[in-house]
């Protein structure tokens, strides 16, 4: 059965209407990951999506919440499906500390999402609302997901006792250089890192110096910033 004309176009014009925000938030999130946030404008958005000005402002009334959109629409999601990861598991933490890490890596890394940090880490002083907001959606989510994991281990005598404050930043803070210098020298290197080796060497290394062991006495180096047995 054939639809009548109108109909038809009526229909493409309907399904172009419900895929436009995620069309919007593509091209935004291509255009701030290139020009930065403070360069970017809402005309070259626009122009990058194949619409008007106008019809950008029907769904993002500034720049500002075109960016928090892009950050909820991208990197809100990986957090919440690592929140799922960490409800979902039941083996050993060090096993579950790889998986969020890869499965960061794997989701936000290997994308165009990869190169917000660098933009927030490149401007985040000039914009300290949007660092705020950043720092809030996404930062202490990440934190408090591998420290929640590494608290765990450690009650459970898997880890050593560490600070876990300091602990999560130990972990998580080789994932973040990977991907600043993914999106800045890493153009430049002559030895490319291969990442999926750099994360397993570095997880390698932090696990198995955190990994408990029976009769094994605290270090000096524990015993000089505090670390209860």
């Known amino acids: 059965m054939c639809l009548p004309l109108s109909t038809r176009a009526e229909t493409r014009w309907t399904r172009r209407k ?3 925000p995620a069309e919007l938030l593509s091209a935004a999130l291509d ?3 290139e020009k930065g946030y403070a360069a970017t404008r809402l005309d070259d958005v626009a122009k990058r999506a194949g619409v008007s000005k106008g019809t950008l402002y029907l769904y993002y009334d500034s720049k500002e919440s075109l960016f ?3 950050i909820r629409g991208g990197l809100i999601p990986a957090i919440q499906r690592g929140e799922k990861t960490v409800e979902e598991h039941t083996g050993p933490m060090a096993e579950l500390i790889e998986k969020i890490v890869f499965g960061w890596w794997s989701e936000v890394g290997t994308s165009q999402l990869g190169g917000i940090p660098k933009l927030m880490f490149a401007e985040a002083k000039n914009f300290p609302d949007l660092a705020q907001f950043y720092y809030t959606e996404v ?3 990440g934190y408090a997901l591998v420290q929640g994991v590494l608290e765990t281990g450690i009650v459970r005598g898997e880890f050593t006792p560490v600070d876990p404050v300091y602990g999560t930043r130990l972990i998580l803070a080789p ?3 990977l991907l600043l210098w993914r999106h800045s020298f890493g153009a430049c290197d002559r030895q490319p ?3 999926e080796k750099y994360l397993t060497i570095h997880l390698s290394m932090v696990l198995d110096g955190m990994r408990a062991r029976a ?3 605290q270090r000096a180096s524990q015993r000089r910033i505090g670390v209860a047995n």
């Open 215 to 217: 009769g094994v006495p």
């Open 31 to 33: 255009i701030f990951v």
């Open 139 to 141: 930062i202490s989510r």
């Open 175 to 177: 994932l973040v250089f």
């Open 193 to 195: 890192i291969e990442p």
């Open 18 to 20: 419900e895929a436009r």
């Open 68 to 70: 928090k959109a892009v």
